[in-house]
């Protein structure tokens, strides 16, 4: 069994980029492993209960990286941005800024350790059980599984690695001498982004893609879903449940009544809240830390 660290960056014929990491874990090969066949899942609200983001400005909150008052100051002003916002130019152009500032300065040990401390304590016990055997079937079948996330690609290998998974596809941030730039390379791993990334590693690994699955909750992942021979809705929004029966796909709800309508709040509100929170609070706690 090999242990293995690996990011991977490609850039179609379009000039597309995407990036993706295998998990940093020890894995038995299985008997007789598939080298064509995957299987693709989102993270927020598929994999997990809520979004990774959310979690992971609890944990930092609870590190004390950012106050109450700067809590409610931030998530406000992200509040007002995500009531207002369509995915235009303008509004993209925005949510890069944010996901700059998130990173900005940070050196990716920092990241990937906080986020390993953040997984144990308040992401590990969201995770779906039935999402994580659907996972585990694909594995057991010899085929690889990847995560998908508009997350840093280092942050998903982290919950890849703790869930034995493949490894993460994820957006790809600038890095020069173990520090983030505060620029990306490439989109944000979002919509038709994900679609193209995952073609794009399937023709670096020899995946054929139609023999590949595809796992997610949410409509904005519609691309993705199309670009696979099977799609599976988990924990779907309205929009994609009614996509999924006019296609035929197969749907899995691991909610149940009332606790599914609370775990709706972080995966949509409470995380696009928090991801600007997040963003102020690390620039803030950089700018107490400096003499």
Same mark, same amino acid.
């Given at each position: ?16 980029? =995407? &990036? ?17 066949? @995957? ?8 994999? #997990?209960?809520? $979004?990774? /983001? ?14 109450? &008052? ?27 800024? @944010?996901?700059?500032?998130? /990173? ?6 920092? /990241? ?10 308040? #992401? $590990? ?23 998908? !996330? =508009?997350?840093?690609?280092? /942050? *998903?290998?982290?919950? @890849? ?5 493949? &490894? ?9 001498? &173990? ?9 944000? #791993?979002? *919509? ?21 699955? =595809?796992?997610?909750? !949410? ?41 599914? @309508?609370?775990?709706?709040?972080? !995966?949509? =509100?409470?995380?696009?809240?928090? $991801?600007?929170?997040? !963003? ?12």
């Amino acid at each position: 069994m090999a242990r293995t660290r690996k990011v991977t960056v490609s850039t179609d014929v379009h000039g597309h980029i =995407a &990036g993706w990491a295998d998990a940093e874990l020890d894995r038995p090969v299985p008997a007789e492993p598939d080298p064509t066949a @995957a299987a693709f899942f989102d993270v927020d609200n598929t994999m #997990m209960q809520g $979004a990774s /983001i959310y979690w992971f400005a609890r944990g930092l909150a609870a590190r004390k990286y950012f106050t109450t &008052g700067d809590l409610a100051r931030f998530a406000w002003q992200q509040a007002r941005f995500r009531l207002l916002a369509t995915e235009n130019a303008v509004d993209m152009s925005q949510a890069k800024e @944010a996901a700059l500032a998130f /990173i900005e300065g940070w050196r990716v040990d920092d /990241i990937e350790r906080l986020a390993e401390e953040i997984f144990d304590e308040l #992401m $590990a016990p969201r995770i779906w059980a039935g999402t994580r055997r659907l996972a585990q079937r694909h594995l057991d079948a010899g085929e690889r599984v990847w995560l998908v !996330s =508009a997350a840093p690609v280092e /942050i *998903g290998r982290v919950i @890849a690695t703790r869930l034995g998974l493949t &490894g993460a596809v994820g957006t790809v941030a600038e890095v020069v001498d &173990g520090a983030y730039t505060g620029r990306l390379v490439g989109d944000l #791993m979002h *919509g038709p982004a994900k679609a193209e990334a995952v073609a794009q590693l399937a023709g670096v690994e020899g995946l054929d893609l139609t023999r590949c699955a =595809a796992y997610s909750d !949410s409509a904005n992942d519609l691309p993705m879903l199309t670009a696979v021979g099977r799609a599976v809705a988990i924990n779907p929004d309205g929009t994609l449940l009614r996509q999924a029966r006019e296609r035929g796909w197969e749907v899995r709800d691991f909610r149940t009544g009332r606790r599914a @309508a609370k775990i709706a709040v972080p !995966s949509t =509100a409470a995380a696009g809240l928090l $991801a600007g929170a997040v !963003s102020a609070g690390l620039a803030l706690h950089r700018r107490r830390r400096t003499p």
